[in-house]
T-cell receptor
Framework: GEDVEQSLFLSVREGDSSVINCTYTDSSSTYLYWYKQEPGAGLQLLTYIFSNMDMKQDQRLTVLLNKKDKHLSLRIADTQTGDSAIYFCAELSNSGYSTLTFGKGTMLLVSP | GAGVSQTPSNKVTEKGKYVELRCDPISGHTALYWYRQSLGQGPEFLIYFQGTGAADDSGLPNDRFFAVRPEGSVSTLKIQRTERGDSAVYLC???????????FGPGTRLLVL
């Protein structure tokens, strides 16, 4: 079955870069997503990458995709205290379903 | 424009009671999804609709859970005979079409005492 794994916690200093990693198992994934969840809030779409791309950059965010290793990463440049949140990696399968499979989330803590 | 909205934002109920959770998708979005997020976990799929019909309800945990979308817009998730294990955040999302980016609402926090 499908499975998405993420490290549970990351702590960085303000101004540093943060890198959040994710591995997935479904080789038929079409899109891979990064969502952000602040305490008590819903999921905010941050960015996504199509499975035939290796990299996508969007302002402070860089997504890298290694399809061979089924590894996805999200790099946040110049991390700010407002970036503190839980970050979820999710895959959208092309196997006839339209549902997202999420990891358990990585809690990012940015200290001043 | 307006995003996905969900009501109520919080619901406290007693074990055995019936609850309804409502979702208003983004206008014009044909696909609507329900997920459940337990504490410390990522969201897990429950059911999704394309138009008025439930295209896939394989994620519903048992027959106490049911969802409708009678006019292809607003959806209601219904839980009968609630149990303490049903306590979670219920998230709704919508997308313009199937297989497109899903946008989430703020969720309904359900607590079953």
């Amino acid at each position: 079955g499908e499975d998405v794994e993420q490290s549970l916690f990351l702590s960085v200093r303000e101004g540093d870069s943060s890198v959040i990693n994710c591995t997935y198992t479904d080789s038929s994934s079409t899109y891979l997503y990064w969502y952000k969840q602040e305490p008590g809030a819903g999921l905010q779409l941050l960015t996504y990458i199509f499975s035939n791309m290796d990299m996508k950059q969007d302002q402070r965010l860089t997504v890298l995709l290694n399809k061979k290793d089924k590894h996805l990463s999200l790099r946040i440049a110049d991390t700010q205290t407002g970036d503190s949140a839980i970050y979820f990696c999710a895959e959208l399968s092309n196997s006839g379903y339209s549902t997202l499979t999420f990891g358990k989330g990585t809690m990012l803590l940015v200290s001043p | 424009g307006a995003g996905v909205s969900q009501t109520p934002s919080n619901k406290v109920t007693e074990k055995g009671k019936y609850v309804e959770l409502r979702c208003d998708p983004i206008s014009g979005h044909t696909a609507l999804y329900w997920y459940r997020q337990s504490l410390g976990q990522g969201p897990e799929f429950l059911i999704y609709f394309q138009g008025t019909g439930a295209a896939d309800d394989s994620g519903l945990p048992n027959d106490r859970f049911f969802a409708v979308r009678p006019e292809g817009s607003v959806s209601t998730l219904k839980i009968q005979r609630t149990e303490r294990g049903d306590s979670a955040v219920y998230l709704c999302a919508s997308s313009l079409q199937l297989q497109e980016t899903q946008y989430f609402g703020p969720g309904t926090r359900l607590l079953v005492l």
